[in-house]
């Protein structure tokens, strides 16, 4: 139980230091590349849980992991991620 407090804590505190909400398309090229969510965390070393959250926007990857994801992906940080009012 304290796990899932402190997981829901990090969340949070997460969105909150972004400034700001962060988009991306992982759950679009994801689908487009034939990954399942379970596959590209294995590629990038996460658990399909974190590419879940990630695609709904719950959890904000650290630069890292939006780094290996956009690698898998072959694309620019730009092009997968992007801070919500900015452009895409």
Do not use: D, H
Not at 25 to 52: D, I, N, P, W
């Amino acid at each position: 139980m304290s796990s899932t407090i402190n997981n829901m804590s990090n969340i949070l505190y997460k969105k909150r230091i972004a400034g700001g909400k962060m988009n991306n398309r992982v759950r679009e090229l994801r689908a487009r590349y034939g990954y399942s969510q379970e596959a590209l965390a294995k590629a990038v070393g996460v658990t399909r849980q974190t590419v879940a959250a990630i695609e709904k926007g719950n959890y904000i990857p650290s630069l890292l992991l939006a780094l290996k994801i956009c690698g898998e992906f072959r694309l620019k940080m730009e092009e997968v991620f992007w801070l919500e009012g900015g452009e895409k």
